[in-house]
């Protein structure tokens, strides 16, 4: 059990920075980006062929981040300029990338048992920790600078940006390329955790990344972009270990994962919105009786007034 | 200042809508001039503000500011020389970010945005006291959310956002008509003190005839896409609302039909 506990905790630390990928799409750009799919793959293909071919771990897991950038640069022009809609420009990009992941790998599956990878030296208990709280801080530092600003703001309100001067369509280029090179970077480091990249690694990251941002949202809360960004990679951690539970129970299958993830990705999106839906049509009507209540009483009253 | 030299804009060129949203505009803002427009719906009033600020761009004519040709420039790439309020109050800022954090994008208005932390304590001193100038104790809640503010607050700081980098340009679109009668006159009466103290050229369209007379030194009335009639400062201060609608009437040959005018 505690150990089934602690691999859900790399695991969930691994897949938290593809996560805080989904974040900066999903939540920041208001942008729905498939390119996940593929780009996840990408990072791990390019990781398992440096390193197979001697490179330095660290440099390989560079360059898949790096890859990762130019998948989202290529999915943000498909939008910006191309003015393809964001979740087309992202399954376009999704179904090219499965190719051009092949011709990285040459081969469907590589294996990298008996390489020297990043968490060879060091373990991934001391390694992942580090490296998350370190992009954490990056990440924060970066989305609370001018440029930042003008990221968050595009998602948020692109008119007014615009009226500001900014180029959104730079920003939104700049955000998808940023959020795909963090989902390579966690491509290459699952696969140097798990021993092997293979060219269906990143089928259904999309959802479980989003599922990682909406579970973390839900418990740990969102009042600002630090909390949030905190809240997305506990949120991942919280995803694996409820895989990993569910995997406890005898009568499901591994391959049963993915319909479990999508499944608590529904519930999560329906529940607040219904949830939301019902308050407000309490208050409304609690509202209702109050105001006509007292203007049954009155027969005229200011309502709001001051500032 | 701000100059456009016969300017046109067609909607829906080709199609049974075809229309002529602007016909063959000229005007002149010199520096310092307040600049209110009435008219009718679909007069143009609305188009003529986003071939200024460079939402859309004019099938004919030029538009210059200071003398350089803008009319082909991106909206972004304008925003130098603009300064906008939008009518819609949820327009002019970014509601999930915070008071100061909108202030921090006004102030890099029409700037290169680096890599430098938007907000510095520099900054922060300044903002405060740019928002305690508006007298509706914004200054306390630099770190609230946009989104959490009234439509009348929201307004107020967008109005500051569009001014307080002074740009040489200002252009406000109906930015009172959302707004209910006492919070709409509070932005009416901060628009004249702000665009006074810093001597914006301002361009402001206004459904309310009573404000376009009392405000500005100058009152052009469109109609169908032209300008029909150009009041100046001495003509002005003696004007009635009557007055003017009679003029609109003579001029157009028809009443100025709008279901928003307010007469005063």
Known sequence: ?307 | MLELSRVSKLFNPGTPDEKIALHDISLKLNPGDFVTVIGSNGAGKSTLMNIISGVMKPDAGEVRIEGAVISQLPEFRRSRWIGRVFQDPMAGTAPHMTIEENLAMAYTRGKQRGLGLSIKSGRRAMFKEELSKLGIGLEGRLRAKVGLLSGGERQALSLLMATFTKPQILLLDEHTAALDPARAELITRLTDRIVRELNLTTLMVTHNMEQAIRLGNRLIMMDKGRIILDINEQRKKTLTVEELLAEFEQISGHKLSDDRVVLG
């Open chain 1, 1 to 307: 059990m505690l150990d089934s506990l602690l691999g859900a905790l790399e695991l969930g630390l691994l897949y938290s920075l593809m996560a805080l990928g989904v974040y900066i799409t999903y939540r920041i750009l208001d942008f729905p980006d498939l390119t996940v799919d593929g780009s996840f793959t990408t990072g791990g293909g390019i990781a398992a062929v440096m390193i197979t071919h001697g490179y330095n771990p660290w440099l390989a897991s560079l360059a898949a981040f790096g890859g990762g950038l130019l998948a989202g640069i290529c999915t943000g022009l498909l939008h910006t300029k191309g003015k393809i809609n964001a979740l087309l420009s992202g399954i376009i990009m999704m179904i090219a990338l499965y190719s051009i992941n092949m011709r990285i790998m040459g081969k469907p599956n590589t294996s990298l048992l008996g390489e020297s990878t990043v968490f060879s030296s060091v373990n991934a208990f001391i390694t992942m920790p580090i490296a998350v709280i370190l992009i954490l801080l990056l990440l924060n530092l970066f989305l609370r600078t001018d440029l930042g600003l003008a990221l968050r703001a595009t998602g948020d309100n692109a008119r007014m940006i615009r009226s500001f001067g900014a180029n959104t369509d730079t920003t939104t280029v700049l955000g998808v390329s940023l959020a795909n090179g963090l989902v390579a970077l966690s491509g290459a480091l699952v696969a140097q955790q798990s021993g092997f990249a293979d060219i269906s690694m990143g089928i259904g990251m999309i959802v479980i990344g989003l599922a990682s941002v909406i579970i973390g949202e839900a418990i740990f809360g969102a009042t600002n972009v630090i909390h949030t960004t905190i809240s997305v990679v506990l949120g991942a951690i919280v995803y694996r270990i409820v895989v990993a539970l569910a995997l406890r129970v005898e009568w499901l299958d591994t391959s049963d994962l993915k319909l479990i993830t999508a499944i608590i990705v529904i519930i999560a999106l329906v529940l607040p919105t219904a949830r939301r839906a019902l308050r407000q049509k309490q208050l409304a009507k609690r509202r209702t009786e109050e105001l006509s209540s007292q203007l049954g009483s009155r027969t005229s009253r200011t309502v709001g007034g001051d500032f």
